[in-house]
């Protein structure tokens, strides 16, 4: 499967309700960040704790170009759940850390607006 990141690009094929429901996405904060240079593309290991419900869970992210570690700590961030884990070099993601594309195609986290409760499930 190939992400499109191009703003210009058609607007997806319609879903039924359903299956937006079938993604389960989560807020959670960020409680470990460390560089993850052997990555292919430069990335950053996190540990984001998703409440008790869903607990601490590991995720490889390529932020670095708006992002270091030592500035994520304490963020809340959107991801996905309920994927398989992926193996990312000697790294094993267990979520998806979500975010936008900037004008350049680099990675702009997705977090509240506000602090919210670890394992809120978006809706």
């Known amino acids: 499967m190939h992400l ?7 607007a997806a094929d319609a879903i039924d309700f359903e299956q937006f429901l079938a993604v389960d996405i989560r807020v959670g ?3 470990e960040a460390a560089p ?5 593309k430069p990335s950053i290991k996190l540990l984001i704790d998703f409440g008790p419900v869903i607990g601490r869970k590991r995720s490889s992210a ?3 170009a708006h992002y270091t570690p030592e500035g994520l700590i304490g963020r809340q961030v959107a991801a996905v759940v309920n994927f398989p884990p992926r193996q990312i070099g000697k790294f094993v993601s267990e979520v998806l850390t979500l975010g936008f594309p900037d004008d350049t195609g680099e990675v702009v986290l997705l977090t509240p607006a506000q602090n919210v409760p670890n394992g809120g499930r978006l809706f």
């Open 36 to 40: 993850y240079p052997e990555a292919r």
């Open 62 to 64: 390529q932020i670095t």
């Open 29 to 31: 904060t960020i409680v």
């Open 4 to 10: 499109n990141h191009d703003p210009t690009a058609p």
